[in-house]
């Protein structure tokens, strides 16, 4: 092949390296930093679209303009009211001064190291500065039963002053004084999650099932005490019922009692023949009430009483 081709070609790859290595694009969710020698040159490029360099001098350094993840590690932290527990935390950042964060960051790692010791270091902070009760919790209650029920159970209705969610504001707000010299803004922070060490753990748990133990009793005793008052209320109806009963009974005895004498009155005064008739019914009456076969009578000849046997044959 000749020379002049040869040496084209190399031309034409030569240029196309240059070319190649000048023009860059940038994508919708990028921002990009141009370094020479490891300097920035300029203001950062946020724009999308195709841009130019200097070949092999400058350099294209490329972040993200979406929102990031920082996902802290499980940290044990003391309460202010002396209760270890395990704190998880999470937060969103966004690079928003690209130059600054290239100046003092380089690249999201050492964001991420640099996340690390401004979140988890007023993560402790805040921890430690509130109760227990004031991380778990994000606003007062109120009791929905009896008082007393609720005064056996610890810190169940203890009044809170800040909230979990006012906690974590703080942090997001102290963060962010510390971090506004780095070009990034902490968009938002979360407890992932709260809980007790292990050493303590079943403690706790022991402890709200005694409570909850105490509060079984107390409705245990107030449903035995109801049902004795039920007991009682029946056994004094039963005997009002009973009573009532039993003086309607003798009421309708005496009535009957008194009609049916009314009646042997009556019968008794009507003529001799009636009144003998009747004699001679009440003294059958009263020989079937006296005598069986186990019974022995003495009588002399002339008693009242003899006298029907007297006549018989």
Same mark, same amino acid.
């Given at each position: 092949?000749?020379?002049?081709?040869? =040496?084209?070609?190399?031309?034409?790859?030569?240029?196309?390296?240059?070319?190649?290595?000048?023009?860059?694009?940038?994508?919708?969710?990028?921002?990009?930093?141009?370094?020479?020698?490891?300097?920035?040159?300029?203001? !950062?490029?946020?724009?999308?679209?195709?841009?130019?360099?200097?070949?092999?001098?400058?350099?294209?350094?490329?972040?993200?303009?979406?929102?990031?993840?920082?996902?802290?590690?499980?940290?044990?932290?003391?309460?202010?009211?002396?209760?270890?527990?395990?704190?998880?935390?999470?937060?969103?950042?966004?690079?928003?001064?690209?130059?600054?964060?290239?100046?003092?960051?380089?690249?999201?790692?050492?964001?991420?190291?640099?996340?690390?010791?401004?979140?988890?270091?007023?993560?402790?902070?805040?921890?430690?500065?509130?109760?227990?009760?004031?991380?778990?919790?994000?606003?007062?209650?109120?009791?929905?039963?009896? !008082?007393?029920?609720?005064?056996?159970?610890?810190?169940?209705?203890?009044?809170?002053?800040?909230?979990?969610?006012?906690?974590?504001?703080?942090?997001?707000?102290?963060?962010?004084?510390?971090?506004?010299?780095? =070009?990034?803004?902490?968009?938002?922070?979360?407890?992932?999650?709260?809980?007790?060490?292990?050493? @303590?753990?079943?403690? @706790?748990?022991?402890?709200?099932?005694?409570?909850?133990?105490?509060?079984?009793?107390?409705?245990?005793?107030?449903?035995?005490?109801?049902?004795?008052?039920?007991?009682?209320?029946?056994?004094?109806?039963?005997?009002?019922?009973?009573?009532?009963?039993?003086?309607?009974?003798?009421?309708?005895?005496?009535?009957?009692?008194?009609?049916?004498?009314?009646?042997?009155?009556?019968?008794?005064?009507?003529?001799?023949?009636?009144?003998?008739?009747?004699?001679?019914?009440?003294?059958?009456? !009263?020989?079937?009430?006296?005598?069986?076969?186990?019974?022995?009578?003495?009588?002399?000849?002339?008693?009242?009483?003899?006298?029907?046997?007297?006549?018989?044959?």
């Amino acid at each position: 092949m000749d020379k002049k081709y040869i =040496g084209l070609i190399v031309l034409l790859a030569i240029a196309g390296v240059v070319l190649s290595n000048s023009f860059y694009s940038i994508d919708e969710t990028e921002q990009v930093i141009i370094t020479q020698f490891g300097a920035p040159q300029g203001e !950062a490029i946020t724009e999308a679209g195709l841009q130019m360099k200097v070949p092999f001098i400058q350099k294209v350094n490329r972040f993200d303009k979406r929102f990031l993840e920082w996902d802290g590690d499980q940290n044990q932290v003391p309460t202010k009211d002396k209760k270890f527990i395990f704190v998880d935390s999470y937060a969103r950042w966004q690079i928003t001064d690209p130059l600054q964060f290239f100046r003092r960051l380089r690249d999201e790692r050492g964001a991420q190291s640099r996340l690390d010791d401004i979140l988890d270091g007023e993560t402790r902070n805040a921890v430690a500065s509130h109760d227990l009760v004031e991380l778990v919790r994000t606003s007062n209650r109120e009791p929905d039963l009896e !008082a007393e029920i609720f005064d056996m159970i610890e810190d169940s209705l203890e009044t809170i002053h800040v909230g979990r969610i006012a906690i974590q504001d703080i942090v997001l707000e102290l963060a962010n004084e510390r971090s506004q010299d780095l =070009g990034i803004e902490i968009l938002d922070f979360r407890f992932k999650r709260i809980n007790y060490v292990e050493d @303590v753990r079943r403690t @706790v748990y022991d402890r709200m099932v005694s409570e909850r133990n105490k509060i079984a009793d107390l409705f245990r005793s107030e449903g035995q005490g109801e049902a004795s008052r039920i007991e009682g209320e029946k056994e004094r109806e039963l005997l009002e019922i009973q009573s009532e009963a039993f003086r309607q009974a003798r009421e309708i005895r005496g009535r009957g009692d008194a009609e049916a004498a009314s009646i042997y009155n009556e019968a008794f005064n009507r003529d001799a023949s009636t009144r003998e008739l009747y004699n001679f019914v009440k003294a059958m009456e !009263a020989y079937e009430n006296a005598f069986d076969k186990q019974t022995s009578i003495f009588l002399s000849t002339d008693s009242e009483f003899f006298k029907y046997l007297k006549s018989i044959d």
